[in-house]
Structure formats: C-alpha cells, structure tokens
C-alpha cells in the first residue's frame, strides 16, 4: 500500500467525519460510511495495482517525442484504460453528462492514492478534472454536450494552457491571439510551454483549455479569455495544435512537459471574452488543493518508506544502552534524531492530510450552500487554498528529503525511490503558482484586500476548539488551549500591524508574505493538531496507533510550532531589511 | 566565471587579511597576496576554461560501466591532464614529494573554484587529496616514496573505501578482511560500496586508502586497520580489486559511485594496526571542510545564476509602483520576495565562506604550531569542522533551492542548470558523515565529553568582535556588539544545560543535537557577518559591493539569525518530546 488506509480512516471518519458532513449537506443523497470505504478501497487496489509498480519505470524510461507526437513510459496507456474502464474519472461529474456526482471532497480520495503511487501518472487525469470543472462552470449547454461526456467518461483527457515563453507568474502578459471567424468560432495562433499532459498516446484526443487574447481586448490579465481547442475538433479533423517539443526535467519523467504551437487553431469561446481569467480561476483553486495534497502524498510515501527502513537498518548503538543486544547493532529508530526526523514527517503528513480534507469540506459548503453559511465557507475557503498549496508542498519538500536523509547515501542512489519522491515533489513548489505567487494571493489578495473574512473565520474555529479542550481533564489537551487562543490573537494582530503598514508602503506585502503564508501555515497546523489530539484522546489509549498520533501531536507543538515565530521575526523586520539596496548592490559580483 | 573573484578577493585580502596570516605563521616563505591572487586567477581560468562547459554535459552523459571498466563522461579526462600539466595536484604537497608545499588554506581556492565549475569532476582529484594527506601524516618512508610523487603528479588518483553494505554511518562494523603475508604485506578480502571515483578512466592507477579488519582484531572501531591498497601493485601488476558496478543516483553523475570487489588483493598497512579509525580522521576532517566548502560553491553559482535572472526576466509589476515603465513588465528584482530569496542566498554564500576560509586559517595554524596558540587552533578546528560540514551542506541546499524558485518553472526543467545544482548539492548532506553525525560529533565529542574547549574560544573571538565593534560611531555596527556578547553567553548556557542533562540521560545529546547543529551554526555566522560588517563599513561606502554587504548583514540580523530562536526552543523541548512513544506508535501504519 502506497497510503495508509487506517490514517485516512482516522481523518475521514474519526477527525473530520465526513460521514456527518455529507449527510447534513446531502441528506438522503448523502454518501455513507459503506460507500466512503468502499471507493477508498477500489482505488487503493487500483494504485496499488496499477500505478505504483510503474512509478519508478516512469521516472527512468520517461516520455519520448518524435514528430509531434508524443509517447508515454511503459504501461501508462494499459493503467489509463484501466482508469478509464473503472469508471474512475467520472467520479465527481454532474450526473447529466455521465458523471456519478459524487462531492469533490471525495474525490480527493482519489487524488490522494494516484498521486502518493505516481505523481508523474496522475498529471494525465488530474489535468481532465480541471477541464470538466471550467466546462461544468462556464461552458456553453452545447460545449458541455460536446465535450464532458467523453472528458468524463475518460476517452478524451485536458489540459490548462497558460503559460507562455515570457508569461509564467505574469499572465497578463499572453500574447496568444485568437481572432473570432464568421461561424462564431475563433482561431487560435501562438505559443504556449510547460503545458503537462500536452500531448500523449493515452487517450484518443486532448481537449486543450486556451488563454488568449481577442485583437481589441485591454492589456493585462483584463483582456485574457478563455477557449477550449480541442486536437481533434469537433469534426474529428486535426486541429491546428501541434507538440513542439517536451522539456528534460528535475523530476515527473513520466508526464510529458510540452511545448504546444497553436496555428490558427480552431477554438470556441468559454464564458465571455475578457472573462478568462476569472473563469480560469474556477479550476486552479480547485487545482492548488489538488497540488497542496501532492506535497502530502509523496510526504507519506516517504515518510511509509523511511519507517520500514527505519526499523529494518542496524547502524549504531543507542546511546542510551543496546536495544537490540543480539543484532550487531541496533535499529536506527532507537537513534532519537532519526525520530526527531520521522515525526516531523509525521508532523506534517498528519497535519496535512488534515488540512487537505478539512478544505475539502469546507469547499463542499461553498459549492452546495448559497446562504450565509455558504458565503463563510467560501471566505474559509478562499482563505485556506493558498496555505494549503503555499504550505503544504514547502513542507512536503521538506518531509520527502527527511525521508531520504533517514536512507543515508542509499538515499542518493535511485534503488531506494527516495531520491525519485524528492524529484517529483520539487514542482510541486512551482506549478500552479510558485510559493510565493500563493503568499501574495493570501497576504494581499485574502487579508489586506478583503479585510481577512477567511482570517477571521479561521480564527474563531481555533477559539471554537480552544473552549473545546479546555475543560479536557487530559493535562496536554486543556493545555493546547490557551495556545490556540493566544496564537490566533497574535495571528490577527499580526494581520492587522501589516495591514497600517501596507498603507504606507505597498512593498511591506511583498516583503511579509512568504515568511506571513509560513507563520499561518504552522498556525493551521496546530488547529489541525489539535483536532487530531483531540481525536485521539477519545481512542483506545492502549492502541499504539493512538499513542503515536499523541506523541506526534506534542512534538509539534513543542518543536515545530516555535518555527512559527522565527518567521514572524523575520516579517516584522519590515521591506527595509529587503528593499535598501539599490540593484546595483545584488551584483552578480 | 562561477565564483566571483571579487567575493574572494574581498573574503581572502579584506576580511580574513591572508597576507598578514601567511606572514605571521610563515615568516620568509609565506605567499604573498601577488602570489595568492595569481593562483586564484589560474585557478579561475582553468576551471572556467576546462570544468564549467563540461559540468552539465557530464550529467547527462553519466559514466558508463562495462566489464569492469568504468569510462568518464566525454571531456573529464582531457581536463583531468590540463589538471595534471597545470600542476594543480601538487599545490599543497611536501616539496619532498614533489608538492609545492603552499598551505592547505590555499589550497582550498582551488577546491573552491573547481566545486564551483563542477562539483562532479571535482571529486576525483578531491578524494587523491585526502590519500596525499593520510600517508603524508601515516605513511611509512617507504610508502611515502613509492606512492606520493606519484599522487601529487597527478599521474595516479586516490580513493577512501569505509563503506560496505552493513556499515555506513556505523564504521565498527567494517567486515573486509585483511591477513598478513610472509612478505608484511596484506590479502585484503571484502566489498565496499559508494566508493566515489573507485574507478574510471581519468588516471593510470588508483590508490585505494581501504578499512578492513585484522583476524584477531577487537570488535567496532577499535578493530579497524588502514592499508593502501593500489589497483596496479607496485610491481606493475594488476591487483585484485574490481569494480563490480556503478549507482545510478540522484546527481554527480560523472562522477563514478562504485562498488569494489577486494579479493585477496595485495594491500600494505598505513600507521599501525587498529589505528585505521583514528588515522582515517586525518583525511576525514580535511575532507569534511572541503564537503562544507561545496555546498557553499553550488550556492554560490546558484546565487550568480539567479541574480542574472532575476536583473533579466520581466514579470509583473512593482507594488510600489512601475520601475521599467517602458518594458512589459519589471524585472523581477524589484519584487521584495525575489530580493528576500537572493538575499538569503547571499547570506548563506557570504558567510559561509568567510567561516570555511577562517577555519581553513586556524587549520593552518593548528598544523604549524606546537604551543599553546597551535592547541587553541586545534580545539577551535574540532569545533568548527562539523558545523562547516553539517550547517554549510544544509543551507547550501536550501539556497540552491531559493536558486531554482528564482527561476519559477524554468527552474525545473534541464536547460537552466538550476535543477542539476539542487541534484549535485544533495549529496554534501550525505557523504563524509550526514548531517546527523556531525550533529553528534559537534554536542557530543567536541561538547559534552571534552567540556567545549573550541566553544569557548569562538565565543572568546565573538566577544572580541563584540570589543572592536561597540566604539563603532556606526549605530548598526556598535548595536551588533550587545547581540554578539548576548548570544554567546547564551550558547554557553545552552551548552551547560545539555551537559547537565546529558549527565541523566545520554538520549538529550541525540535528541538535542541537531537543532543545536543548527543553532551553533547560526550563531557562527553571525559572528562571520560581524566580521563582514565591519569590513564593508571600513569599505568605499559609495561603492555597491560594499553597499550590498551591508544591506546583507542587515539582513541577516534582521531576517536569518532569529531561526535560532526555534531551534533552541525545540531542542530544549528533549528528549521525551521523540522517545515517548514505543517504537510500535511508529507505524508505518
């Protein structure tokens, strides 16, 4: 197994309770505990089965390019149909076009068990997701009759055309031009790059989703609409988008990187014209979480790895005596810093499985509720996405090179796949908005702009727990209390000093939001943390599972959490510790 | 260029003043600084010319082994003979061999140039350093007649052999064989693995520095032997070790990771039987900061990289309002959270380099002095070398990383070298010990059981420092003074609470350890961005070199040193925060 089933028993069931959250949200409709499981299940045997034994055949064969096509490793197009006859990418499609309409909370499930077995694999399918959910959102009756049956149904897969040559972060700046014909259709000319999924022989055509400019549109990100291209139009001719090339790479060898020329390619307009780039933010929020869990999944690959390793390799003997007087040498679990490095893995994959579904709940309100309740779920929502996908790789990073460091030089040597897991999670830091893209959008955009609704809300949840455990009579539990309390005012006094310096200074966001998104991430953490001690104290105390989650929940607030403070330091320095030197003073020397 | 000469001029000449630290400890013969600079100018432009255009062909190139033969990526043995016809490999060599005789702080431009060029090449003249040195302090008259002249040539390269497929970071449980012949010569029986440059094309012979152990031989490190063991015997003939394969891994790719095949091959003992630890740690330590000193160059090639960048590509705007109103968008620079990431860099490649060269100054000192001053240079060598290791290999990676984040997705991908630099950097954290080893050797041999001699003393300089800077009319300056004296009379009560805790259960020194690794690192560095401080405020103020150490120091008070904070909070947390929990709540689950 590439993911525990009893962890993410622990978090559906016995954290979150999806079980009582699907049924206050879909009542009759709701999907139960049996189902819950049961997709759980299927999917685990089908990564397991299917994904994880191509995992590192991927990374070494990688994909191969020759005359604009494109060829998947070994065994990528066999585990597609077989996605594809599970009936797994229908999962969270409307109903109406053949969906099963499951809650896209529950689809993370899915998510979450591709992307721990094969992350490189996974990009195909995930990319669909995004399309279908532009499509569902945006899309024309007759473009969601054309085109979701088959996205959902897996024949035809997606992709996400943003970034351009001299376009990346800045997507105002696309120059792709498309240029409106007589039969309302538009032709589409240009260049896009770093397209993942862009071209590929697993599926029978690619639907790609387009930003492009109009010949009269405003400049900037105000003038960007969205277009869906399809490679094989509507009439099945071949459309004019061509695969220039595939990029070498850090990491995930096995989903292809394209370049795509779009020559005067036939698209159709989605939604209105102008409106793109609102409308493209429909899918990458829902793909930032997407990618948030990715820096967890390989964490917890890692992290499964470096255990088994951990309590299989004898190096040393524990300082503190033999543990292991019989073997050469002891286990180098007994070593405390190799246990200093496992639970802050477990610190974080724990916590941000947590955080993940947690999100996943909460988007599920946004989506179903149009009340008040919806409104605080999306300010919640809106707030929790750019920590999640900020946070949540920064820390995979971490944890997945935890992990290697637990193998020693076997963790450098590719035998092991811990040196794999660090490649393929390094983009996770990167796509769909680099980490600190994610820190201005919650610094500028969800705090300073709105006045921080998501903060707020956030905040009251930590009070809400606080007065929870308090009245605990476990000594550890009532006294996470007063730390709740304390860190959440810290954290709002905290929004509120950078709020009366950006008045004054606008460089003061830029220059607090990476250490801001940090601070606030460790906070969400320690709310996560607390839900999970929580949890665990109402278990079985003599269940070694349950003393595990207790111990990994004191070390994070012991050793992790005071990591919050070294970035509050830092971002209470101010701009000037960043901005005084002219240009000139960077060098290069 | 890859390492800015003016970085190293400034570092050599104004910081660290090596002129006047050859003339003090060398009277008549010292280098003088024409004579510095001239090395450090050849030195720069053989790497320039030779190592650098080869670095990324040598990674995709790989080596190839066959039959036992392992061939170098195209182009490293010709630059391995432009090497020798420089006479690089004798620079540091007893002129009775053959050598220059110049100080082993010299010779570490030359280690710093060539890492920086091209960290995988470097490593085979690197590791014939490490033989050169072993047999220099070791070796017999007669060994030292036969394979030195011959090893500072060039003509021959050298190899450590610790590591076999049960002892890695555990060298006590070395099981190679070693039985003595009629002759005093040695059969050298065993496999040993990860032996970095254990094979290859490059040179005529290899001579290979191999731990095995005597029959009769005590049990662990006691037990251990050094013999030198060559590929072809001094008679010529071949000897019967055989490369049985070379790792695929994560980076260094040209540089061949080989498994030895010994068998009954002919070895002779260096220094005396079951000394081979202790002798070992001869070379170790000179190579561990010659390790320390790579993460620094990866960084700092890094850095230059990401600079040129960041002056380079336009996207979006300043906050603050437009700085290239007439180009699409401004140079990223300007965005306060690119200048945080170069910053960082900075402060980790500036520092870091100072304290390598500083440690490579009391190295020298520690090597030509038999009083009193030559036992302080000990003490303070033993201190340093592991926090160079440990401390300057993890913030080497971590600003790498900043490094390919600088390039958003264009970081990811081959083209921009970004990603091959977090690859080859990945492995300074492994090999000469993990960071975990030095963290252990740092709070526990050089701490806990010799009462911190070096600690005292660094914190005798940082005083010192303190004295100098606290006249300063400069308000930055003198205020560094209070911050100096106050950190140091906090590591020490640090320091003092670990041995009083360590004294109830040896579990805190493994459990405290590498966050205090962490600590101690940047508490040094604070006293190397002391010395830099007060350098630049001595500097041409109008100059923006020197406008750029200052704004960096500031920086680094401000932004960086606070991180020790969390590292001392965690670490004072103990050893109940890892060891509470049975090894079973480990999981995996």
Redo the contacts between chains.
């Keep these: 197994m590439t993911a525990?089933s009893?962890?993410l028993q622990f978090t559906l069931h016995d954290v979150l309770d999806f079980e009582g959250h699907y049924q206050r949200l879909y009542g009759n409709d709701a999907p139960g505990r049996e189902l819950i499981d049961a997709i759980s299940e299927e999917a685990a045997r089908f990564c397991d089965g299917e994904l994880a034994p191509i995992n590192r055949s991927g990374d070494e064969e990688g994909c191969t390019f020759e005359d604009g096509q494109v060829t998947a490793p070994a065994g990528f197009k066999a585990a597609y149909d077989k996605y594809v006859e599970g009936g797994w990418a229908s999962l969270c499609g409307e109903a109406e076009y053949g969906g099963q309409g499951l809650p896209d909370s529950l689809g993370l499930v899915l998510e979450h068990l591709m992307a721990a077995a094969n992350p490189a694999w996974t990009m195909y399918p995930a990319l669909s997701r995004g399309v279908v959910e532009a499509l569902e959102h945006h899309g024309s009756p007759e473009q969601k009759r054309e085109f979701l049956p088959r996205l959902l149904s897996g024949e035809w897969t997606g992709t996400m055309c943003l970034?351009e040559p001299?376009?990346?972060?800045?997507v105002g700046?696309v120059r792709t031009k498309a240029e409106v014909q007589a039969d309302g259709s538009y032709r589409i000319s240009g260049t896009k790059i770093?397209i993942s999924a862009g071209e590929h022989d697993l599926s029978g055509n690619i639907v790609h989703l387009v930003l492009a400019r109009t010949p009269e549109a405003p400049e900037g990100t105000r003038g960007i609409s969205m277009f869906v291209v399809p490679k094989f139009d509507l009439d099945g001719s071949r459309n004019g988008v061509v695969c220039g090339g595939i990029?070498?790479?850090?990491?995930i060898h096995g989903n292809a990187?394209c370049i795509l020329n779009f020559d005067e390619a036939r698209g159709y307009l989605v939604g209105e014209e102008n409106q793109g780039m609102r409308n493209m933010f429909t899918m990458m929020n829902a793909a930032r979480i997407v990618v948030g869990l990715q820096g967890v999944c390989q964490a917890e690959s890692a992290?499964?790895d470096a255990?088994?390793y951990?309590?299989e390799r004898?190096?040393?003997r524990?300082?503190?005596g033999p543990k292991a007087p019989d073997e050469?040498?002891d286990?180098i679990?007994?070593?405390?810093?190799?246990?200093?490095m496992?639970?802050t893995q477990?610190a974080i994959v724990d916590g941000g499985r947590v955080l993940v579904y947690l999100t996943g709940q909460v988007a599920d309100v946004a989506t179903e509720r149009d009340d008040e309740e919806g409104q605080a779920a999306k300010d919640l929502l809106d707030f929790l996405t750019p920590i999640v996908k900020g946070m949540l790789t920064e820390l995979g990073f971490e944890s997945v090179?935890h992990g290697?460091?637990i193998f020693?030089?076997?963790?450098?040597?590719?035998?092991n796949g811990m040196?794999q897991r660090?490649?393929d999670t390094?983009?996770t830091?990167?796509?769909e908005g680099?980490?600190?893209i994610q820190?201005?959008d919650l610094l500028?955009r969800k705090i300073l702009q709105t006045q921080g609704p998501g903060l707020n809300r956030f905040i009251a949840l930590m009070n809400e727990l606080a007065g929870e455990l308090e009245t605990s009579e476990d000594a550890f539990l009532s006294g996470l209390a007063p730390v709740l309390r304390a860190r959440g005012a810290e954290w709002l006094e905290l929004a509120n000093a950078l709020m009366g310096r950006a008045m004054e200074?606008?460089?003061e966001?830029?220059?607090a939001?990476?250490?801001f998104l940090f601070y606030s991430g460790y906070l969400t953490l320690a709310y996560c943390w607390g839900r999970i001690a929580q949890t665990a104290h109402a278990g079985d105390q003599a269940d070694?599972?349950i003393?595990?989650k207790l111990?990994a929940a004191?070390?994070f607030f012991?050793?992790?959490l005071?990591?919050a403070?070294?970035h509050r330091?830092?971002l209470e320095?101010g701009?000037d510790?960043?901005?005084?030197?002219?240009?000139?003073?960077?060098?290069?020397?």
């Design positions: 525990s009893r962890d970034t001299h376009a990346g972060s800045d700046l770093f990029e070498e790479k850090m990491g990187t992290l499964k255990t088994d951990a309590r004898l190096q040393m524990s300082l503190s050469a040498a286990p679990i007994v070593h405390p810093d190799v246990r200093r496992l639970l477990r090179n290697l460091q020693g030089g076997h963790g450098f040597i590719r035998e040196e660090v490649r390094r983009i830091l990167l796509y680099t980490t600190g820190a201005l500028g200074n606008l460089d966001v830029g220059a939001s990476v250490d070694p599972y003393q595990g111990a004191r070390f012991a050793r992790m005071p990591r403070d070294a330091t830092a320095a701009a510790t960043l901005m005084s030197g002219s240009e000139e003073t960077f060098g290069p020397w």
